[in-house]
């Protein structure tokens, strides 16, 4: 169970932080009211996720996945622009986590 926790705490997450784009800057009140939100319910979900997750494992997994999504976000919906240093770096992180889970790291 403590995996779906760790999977709704990337899902709030990466809902807060898109939210937190749309905000302008904290100057619109409903994208504002849901960054808040989402960031509280994802704390929540990752300390219940955290009480039988390694942290170095499930913090990992987390801002990876963060990291993944909301990069394709930012290009798909927010225009962002995305080149081979971008996607290279972001390969690394997923390269990076995949490691931490190769490690021995108990899950």
Avoid: R
């Amino acid at each position: 169970m403590e995996w779906v926790y760790l999977i709704l705490a990337i899902a709030f997450e990466i809902s807060a932080t898109t939210l937190m784009k749309m905000s302008n800057g904290f100057t619109k009140i409903l994208p504002t009211l849901g960054t808040f939100l989402g960031y509280i319910i994802c704390f929540s979900f990752l300390s219940i996720a955290l009480k039988k997750i390694d942290i170095s494992v499930a913090y990992a997994i987390w801002s990876a996945a963060g990291i993944v999504v909301l990069s394709t976000i930012g290009v798909v919906v927010f225009k962002e622009n995305i080149n081979v240093l971008k996607v290279t770096s972001i390969l690394f992180i997923v390269l990076g986590v995949i490691g931490l889970n190769l490690s021995g790291a108990s899950h």
